[in-house]
T-cell receptor, first 112, second 110 residues
Framework: SQTIHQWPATLVQPVGSPLSLECTVE??????LYWYRQAAGRGLQLLFY??????ISSEVPQNLSASRPQDRQFILSSKKLLLSDSGFYLC???????????FGDGTRLSIL | RKEVEQDPGPFNVPEGATVAFNCTYS??????FFWYRQDCRKEPKLLMS???SGNEDGRFTAQLNRASQYISLLIRDSKLSDSATYLC???????????FGGGTRLMVKP
């Protein structure tokens, strides 16, 4: 069966520090991969998605970036975090674009 | 107008009650529909897909009304454990990705 792993579960970072969140999927090949952010009490905001290695599409312009160095690895990064980057970051995978997405446990990021 | 709209709630219901949520979508060409459940401070989890003919999974029934562009979720015999936020999800054509509604919060009280 397929599993998705996301880490760390929680992270506290100072403003201006870099960020790297990692997500890996097991049990499937060539998945579509997604990064979402959810602010407290709000809905899901799609940040990036990838349909293959090295292919990244950005949905929202911001100081975050994503990379997909391997088929089942998706990384969310920032060079300098802002206070507004606080939130719950979720990685997800699906077989195709219009199929259900399955989420990792999420990373709760607090910026101080 | 938002692409996918839900009443944020909260819906406060007693145990054993029947509760229904609606979700409206803006694009008449929408093709795939899902309901997700999200517990507080947890990731969303797929609850059920919504098929044109309607479908049922235990106490949960999902319906699609294409003419009026809405989907619904009916929960019968509510349990305390049903307390969560229910997310409506729609795709707008075969090639597009899922668009999530803002969610409807349900609180089931003893």
């Amino acid at each position: 069966s397929q599993t998705i792993h996301q880490w760390p579960a929680t992270l506290v970072q100072p403003v201006g520090s870099p960020l790297s969140l990692e997500c890996t999927v097991e049990g499937t090949s060539n998945p579509n991969l997604y990064w979402y952010r959810q602010a407290a009490g709000r809905g899901l905001q799609l940040l990036f998605y990838s349909v293959g290695i090295g292919q990244i599409s950005s949905e929202v312009p911001q100081n975050l970036s994503a990379s997909r160095p391997q088929d089942r690895q998706f990384i969310l990064s920032s060079k300098k975090l802002l206070l507004s980057d606080s939130g719950f970051y979720l990685c997800a995978w699906s077989t195709y674009n219009n199929q259900p997405q399955h989420f990792g446990d999420g990373t709760r990021l607090s910026i101080l | 107008r938002k692409e996918v709209e839900q009443d944020p709630g909260p819906f406060n219901v007693p145990e054993g009650a029947t509760v229904a949520f609606n979700c409206t979508y803006s694009n008449s060409a929408s093709q795939s529909f899902f309901w997700y459940r999200q517990d507080c401070r947890k990731e969303p989890k797929l609850l059920m897909s919504v098929y044109s003919s309607g479908n049922e999974d235990g106490r949960f029934t999902a319906q699609l009304n294409r003419a009026s562009q809405y989907i619904s979720l009916l929960i019968r015999d509510s349990k305390l454990s049903d307390s969560a936020t229910y997310l409506c999800v729609v795709t707008f054509n075969a090639g597009n990705m899922l668009t999530f509604g803002g969610g409807t919060r349900l609180m089931v009280k003893p």
